[in-house]
């Protein structure tokens, strides 16, 4: 069982900065994958793949925050980060940590960090 606990979400105007961070209850080394996702007001059944960083990968983000959006990991701390600039309000949602694991990746998410973007 891995635990993920997500940290850094607020509120912030358009055109500033956030940083988020997710840390795992395991050594980042043993997981697959990293990486966050968001989910809107509008689209409560699904989740957006914001940013993902594989094992040994490149990370993928998606277009919409590609150049803005930085993700990172420190694995002395088994902690993912999204750094977030250039804030527009329609980055406003719930982010989500998700992380796989094993063979068969097995898939743990975190409970969420609310980020609103408004003037």
């Known amino acids: 069982q891995v635990q993920l606990v997500e940290s850094g979400g607020g509120l912030v105007q358009p055109g500033g900065s956030l940083r988020l961070s997710c840390t795992a209850s395991?050594?980042?080394?043993?997981?697959?994958?990293m990486g966050w996702y968001r989910q809107t007001p509008g689209k409560q059944r699904s989740r957006e793949l914001v940013?993902?960083?594989?094992?040994?990968?490149?990370?993928i983000y998606a277009d919409s925050v590609n150049g803005r959006f930085t993700i990172s990991r420190d694995n002395t701390k088994n902690t993912v980060y999204l750094q977030m600039n250039s804030l527009k309000p329609e980055d406003t949602a719930v982010y989500y940590c998700?992380?796989?694991?094993?063979?068969?990746?097995?898939?743990?998410w975190g409970r969420g960090t609310q980020v609103t973007v408004s003037s």
């Open positions: 998700r992380a796989s694991m094993g063979v068969t990746n097995v898939e743990y």
């Open positions: 940013a993902v960083m594989p094992s040994g990968g490149t990370p």
């Open positions: 395991v050594s980042v080394s043993r997981l697959n994958l």
